[in-house]
C-alpha cells in the first residue's frame, strides 16, 4: 500500500527539517522513498511525499530507458541557476490527474550531502535539473499548482 501524501496533506505545504543524523534512519529513510519511487514509476521521490518532514530527495531520471542508477540528495541546496529557463508540463504523484506547466532554469549547481555525509556538488541540466528543482521545491513546501495553470 502506497504512503504517498496526496495535496493539500499539511505535510506537503510547509519547509521540511534539516537532516541532523546520518544513521540507519536515513538509510531507511532513503531505502523507502527508491523503493516507492519505483513502485509509482516516478523518476523522483521528496520525503514529504511520504509524509516524513525531511530534507531529502532521491531521483532516478534514467531508469525507464536503461540501468538504474539512483541518487540520494540529503540537506540540498540550489547553489545557482542558469540564466536560460524552459517551460514544459509536470506530473506530480502528491497531484494525481493535475499536470502542470512550470517555467524553470534549465541548468542548476547543488550542494548536498549523500548517506555516508560526504559533500558533493554538481552541475545538472536538461531533465535532472527539472527533476531536483520538482523535488526541492517539495522540501520548501511548494508543488506545481503554486507555479502555474492546469495544462
Given at each position: ?23 540507519d534512519a536515513l538509510s531507511e529513510l532513503v531505502a523507502?522513498?527508491?523503493s516507492e519511487m519505483y513502485a509509482a514509476n516516478a ?12 530534507r531529502v530527495f532521491v531521483m532516478d531520471c534514467d ?89
Amino acid at each position: 500500500m502506497s504512503r504517498v501524501r496526496l495535496w493539500p496533506d499539511p505535510v506537503l505545504q510547509r519547509p521540511a527539517e534539516p537532516v541532523a543524523a546520518f544513521d540507519d534512519a536515513l538509510s531507511e529513510l532513503v531505502a523507502d522513498l527508491l523503493s516507492e519511487m519505483y513502485a509509482a514509476n516516478a523518476r523522483g521521490m521528496a520525503a514529504p511525499v511520504l509524509g516524513v518532514s525531511k530534507r531529502v530527495f532521491v531521483m532516478d531520471c534514467d531508469w525507464k530507458s536503461g540501468a538504474r542508477a539512483p541518487r540520494a540528495f540529503v540537506n540540498p541546496t540550489l547553489v545557482a541557476r542558469s540564466d536560460t529557463h524552459l517551460a514544459a508540463v509536470e506530473h506530480c504523484i502528491s497531484l494525481p490527474g493535475e499536470p502542470r506547466s512550470v517555467l524553470r532554469p534549465d541548468a542548476v549547481e547543488v550542494a548536498w550531502f549523500d548517506c555516508e555525509a560526504m559533500p558533493q556538488r554538481s552541475w545538472f541540466s536538461g531533465a535532472s535539473a527539472r527533476m531536483i528543482q520538482h523535488d526541492y521545491d517539495h522540501l520548501d513546501g511548494r508543488l506545481i499548482i503554486d507555479y502555474a495553470a492546469a495544462v
